[in-house]
């Protein structure tokens, strides 16, 4: 199957200013992400999908292949899905949606996520990593509950699965799993999700991914073992990431 990935990038971040073109290791962000989603292997084509012509000077400069997209895009999802409705989403099977500030993203979850399109038949796909119970209290971390099958039940920023009885704490904690924000689509579910309006209970808890479960489209969830690594979003952020970018660039694959 031939796979693109389209990586959003926004400049107007307002917790990080200028976000896409802040430095890692002395190289864009942007470019960061690129790099490792051209390193994982698993698109045929990559694309950064912005709605800024610094941004796309920045990827072009460095090699890559940037698309001017409409900026009044409510999301990262609407962005990539004019890329995809584009030329370079032509003859596409899977499409691959990394966000623009996660340079750390697990190769076991873009690939997984893949797979779940491409080998399991699903028309979207997503990943999550088995968790701890202290991210249950934690709304910063979006929680999913899956079916048997893989398919996502619900995701939301509350305690999924919510402990009734202690004696099904074990069975609780082993079903805890933290969302990571990676997502594919074929090409006609990805148009379909856009087109949907706006649920209640996307709105209710600022979820995007709510509104096409809602509407009875199937995610299918590839879970991982991997350490959860946040994405850049603040000063802070970006300071542990410069700190622990040389670590990690000589040990994931």
């Given at each position: 199957?031939?796979?693109?990935?389209?990586?959003?990038?926004?400049?107007?971040?307002?917790?990080?200013?200028?976000?896409?073109?802040?430095?890692?290791?002395?190289?864009?962000?942007?470019?960061?992400?690129?790099?490792?989603?051209?390193?994982?292997?698993?698109?045929?084509?990559?694309?950064?999908?912005?709605?800024?012509?610094?941004?796309?000077?920045?990827?072009?400069?460095?090699?890559?292949?940037?698309?001017?997209?409409?900026?009044?895009?409510?999301?990262?999802?609407?962005?990539?899905?004019?890329?995809?409705?584009?030329?370079?989403?032509?003859?596409?099977?899977?499409?691959?949606?990394?966000?623009?500030?996660?340079?750390?993203?697990?190769?076991?979850?873009?690939?997984?996520?893949?797979?779940?399109?491409?080998?399991?038949?699903?028309?979207?796909?997503?990943?999550?990593?088995?968790?701890?119970?202290?991210?249950?209290?934690?709304?910063?971390?979006?929680?999913?509950?899956?079916?048997?099958?893989?398919?996502?039940?619900?995701?939301?920023?509350?305690?999924i699965p919510c402990l009734r009885d202690a004696a099904d704490v074990a069975e609780r904690d082993a079903?805890?799993?933290?969302?990571?924000?990676?997502?594919?689509?074929?090409?006609?579910?990805?148009?379909?999700?856009?087109?949907?309006?706006?649920?209640?209970?996307?709105?209710?808890?600022?979820?995007?991914?709510?509104?096409?479960?809602?509407?009875g489209m199937r995610m299918g969830v590839a879970i991982t073992h991997d350490t959860a690594r946040s994405?850049?979003?603040?000063?802070?952020?970006?300071?542990?990431?410069?700190?622990?970018?040389?670590?990690?660039?000589?040990?994931?694959?």
């Amino acid at each position: 199957m031939t796979t693109l990935a389209v990586i959003p990038a926004r400049l107007g971040a307002t917790r990080l200013p200028r976000k896409p073109l802040r430095l890692l290791a002395g190289v864009p962000l942007v470019v960061r992400v690129l790099e490792r989603v051209i390193a994982l292997r698993v698109a045929d084509r990559c694309v950064v999908a912005t709605d800024s012509r610094e941004i796309a000077d920045e990827v072009e400069r460095a090699g890559g292949r940037a698309v001017l997209t409409d900026p009044a895009h409510p999301s990262g999802t609407d962005r990539v899905a004019e890329v995809a409705a584009g030329p370079d989403g032509r003859d596409v099977d899977v499409v691959l949606n990394v966000q623009g500030d996660e340079p750390f993203v697990s190769a076991a979850a873009v690939r997984g996520a893949v797979a779940q399109v491409a080998d399991r038949g699903f028309e979207l796909g997503t990943a999550a990593l088995r968790a701890r119970p202290d991210v249950l209290q934690r709304p910063d971390v979006v929680k999913v509950v899956t079916a048997d099958d893989g398919a996502a039940l619900y995701f939301s920023r509350a305690s999924i699965p919510c402990l009734r009885d202690a004696a099904d704490v074990a069975e609780r904690d082993a079903r805890i799993l933290h969302h990571v924000g990676v997502y594919t689509y074929t090409p006609d579910a990805l148009a379909r999700w856009v087109a949907l309006p706006v649920h209640a209970l996307e709105r209710i808890e600022r979820l995007e991914q709510l509104r096409p479960l809602a509407n009875g489209m199937r995610m299918g969830v590839a879970i991982t073992h991997d350490t959860a690594r946040s994405g850049i979003d603040t000063e802070q952020d970006l300071e542990l990431a410069n700190s622990q970018w040389a670590t990690f660039t000589t040990t994931e694959s």
